[in-house]
């Protein structure tokens, strides 16, 4: 009775006959899971004198345009975006349904192997079990990624993988639509943004990841470090959220990419990383920052096999103060004593020595948590945090971190459609945020505050948040004390600094001119720039200038450049001054040659004039 389509991707042919309008639709429905898209009826009329039906139109869910909303100012996200494919059928007098037009062609891309995810195709769905595997293997490894991970892990990560039926957490029924429409609707916005889905083996949505196009944009800039947040997902907020975190060279936190995900398998979080570098073109992040998570540590070197990675030490910190009895006297001893042991031990010997001693006195020998984050001590404590820089992106409490700046966004009760309708504000507030900076950087000059050689090599270098860092550091180094305790194979000398600011004692190596300079507080590990420490034992061996790998780019107003860092600094210096003098000169001709048709014309005629000149001069060809 019902026609049936022969095979997938076959046109509807003219000439088929249908019993009923019913039965056409199902053919359509058919025919628009092979080809990948979901649809719609459109609608249908009945005869005025029989009552019957006599005719219907069924088209593609993009068909027609989006109606003004009454809530324009939440509007939801409409699929519509008139497409033109559609089928009409008429009644004919025999009763028998014929197709009377079709339009085959989409304005949009067609998405088969997602198809089961649009509404119309939900209840129906019957694909067969071998289908689900494809597809979930599909889904698994994304096309073109084969090349980050070795096929033999892949296939571990499948088997060891019992995930059947695992689905995302949603509340609402239609959650999983939300979350599709947002993800085409951000799409068709912007191009550039970036999502993928993982469905399970039931086609329910699973795991979803999606990346704006200013966090790809930011990640080709600042790859050095990024922070792969799960706080929300693992204190159960309602909304099942992970965050990728970068920072930019304002000390501003970017928000590189957002999960969200059904457990904490081995599957989800590979898909996630994997998918997470399909969207930053295969880039990986020289160092990546998690809790402390035995998957994710799986994880991490399957997915980003070259890059090193770090537990967030204030997840650490929260963990060891959880398992400390807050009741015993002496507790302010040891936890003077903890941070010596973590803070200022110079190597693996010292601080093995001082954690064995604390963890006797805390009765903490038997503890599980204690034991495995002493077996993991090398992706945490600062001791062996070295040759990188976490660029302010793990400090010792998460009140201080960046990743805390996304909290004001998001709560443990939001509900996941006021988090997708914030989402718009978090990438809004990002720009305007970095734009007031870029703004300010060049029309606040920083001043100097000392006479100090450092200070100067770096004015106008790095950006003004990150001076002004550096300066205290460069300030406080006048209550810094130093004392020579010896040399090491005659070109390693080491210091001891006495800090009056903060009452700690510190040890500082240094070789010849700078180099090999190391301080056991780890300032330039976890900052990215020198600490007073360091620029006092600088200071004392007559070395007045810092060495260059100290300044790091990501720092530098040249950090969303392309043009590579001079080591010649003085040259870098006098290239943003010029640039700062010409932007300032630039807002007052904007102000004043506006204020006339007469004046616009001349001063839009100088420019191009003054430009075609400036290319000449420095050697390029003008078109
Ligand atoms: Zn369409
Ligand atoms: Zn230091």
């Not at 609707?185 to 795991?207: Q, S, V």
């Not at 204030?314 to 302010?332: P, T």
């Not at 305790?485 to 510190?506: M, Q, R, W």
């Not at 107003?557 to 870098?572: D, G, I």
């Amino acid at each position: 009775s019902r026609a049936v389509v022969s095979s997938s991707n076959s046109d509807p042919a003219t000439g088929l006959v249908f019993d009923s309008h019913e039965a056409a639709y199902d053919y359509y429905k058919d025919y628009a899971k092979s080809v990948g898209f979901g649809t719609a009826k459109l609608s249908s009329r009945r005869s005025r004198s029989s009552k019957e039906f006599i005719d219907a139109k069924f088209s593609c869910i993009r068909y027609g345009n989006k109606q003004q909303s009454d809530d324009a100012i939440n509007p939801r996200p409409s699929p519509k975006i008139g497409c033109k494919a559609s089928m009409h059928v008429k009644r004919k007098a025999c009763g028998k349904w014929y197709i009377h037009s079709f339009v085959k062609d989409h304005n949009h891309e067609l998405l088969p192997d997602q198809v089961h995810f649009f509404r119309s195709h939900r209840s129906t769905d019957s694909s067969s079990p071998h289908d689900a595997k494809l597809r979930k293997k599909r889904a698994l490894l994304p096309s073109g990624l084969n090349q980050f991970v070795s096929p033999c892990s892949i296939e571990t990560v499948i088997l060891n993988q019992n995930d059947r039926g695992r689905y995302l957490a949603l509340e609402e029924g239609d959650d999983a639509q939300v979350v599709l429409e947002f993800c085409e609707c951000m799409h068709l916005g912007n191009p550039n943004f970036f999502y993928a889905l993982d469905f399970n083996e039931e086609h329910r949505l699973r795991n979803v990841l999606w990346v704006d196009a200013k966090g790809v944009e930011d990640f080709a800039y600042f790859d050095d470090v990024v922070s792969f947040d799960t706080t929300y997902f693992s204190t159960k907020y309602r909304v099942p959220l992970v965050i990728f975190v970068g920072v930019n060279h304002h000390l501003q936190p970017l928000l590189l990419g957002c999960g969200l995900i059904a457990d904490e398998t081995l599957h989800t979080y590979v898909w996630l990383m994997q998918s997470w570098c399909l969207a930053m073109g295969g880039k990986t992040p020289k160092v990546i920052l998690t809790d402390q998570n035995e998957v994710i540590k799986t994880a991490i070197p399957l997915v980003f096999p070259g890059t090193r990675h770090f537990y967030h030490l204030c997840h650490v910190l929260e963990k060891i103060s959880r398992r400390v009895d807050y009741s015993r006297v002496w507790h302010e001893t040891l936890v003077k004593k903890l941070n010596k042991c973590l803070y200022r031990s110079w190597d693996e010997e010292q601080f093995k020595e001082r954690w064995g001693k604390l963890i006797q006195r805390w009765n903490l020998q038997e503890d599980e948590c204690i034991q495995s984050l002493y077996l993991d001590r090398k992706l945490w404590v600062p001791t062996f945090v070295r040759d990188v820089s976490f660029a302010g992106l793990s400090p010792a409490s998460r009140s201080e971190s960046l990743n805390s700046h996304f909290d004001k966004y998001i709560h443990g009760d939001t509900s996941l459609r006021d988090f997708l309708k914030n989402y718009r504000s978090i990438i809004a507030d990002g720009y305007e945020e970095e734009a007031k900076a870029n703004f300010d950087a060049w029309h606040e000059t920083p001043e100097l505050k000392s006479p100090s050689p450092f200070e100067k090599q770096v004015l106008f270098i790095y950006t003004a948040e990150i001076f002004r860092n550096f300066q205290t550091e460069v300030l406080g180094a006048a209550a810094c004390h130093l004392k020579k305790e010896g040399e090491e194979d005659g070109s390693i000398c080491c210091y001891s600094v006495k800090d009056l600011e903060s009452d700690l004692d510190f040890i500082v190596k240094c070789g010849k001119q700078g180099s090999d300079l190391r301080c056991s507080c780890g300032s330039f590990q976890y900052k990215g720039y020198l600490c007073r420490h360091a620029i006092v034992v600088l200071q004392m061996t007559g070395v007045f200038n810092m060495p260059f790998k100290f300044i790091l780019k990501r720092w530098t107003n040249l950090a969303t450049s392309t043009t590579p860092m001079s080591e010649r600094l003085e040259e870098v210096q006098a290239k943003v001054q010029r640039y700062n003098d010409l932007c300032r000169r630039a807002v007052i001709l904007g102000e004043e040659g506006s204020l006339s048709v007469e004046s616009y014309d001349a001063a839009h005629k100088a420019v191009n004039e003054a430009l075609c000149h400036c290319v000449h001069t420095n050697g390029g060809d003008e078109s």
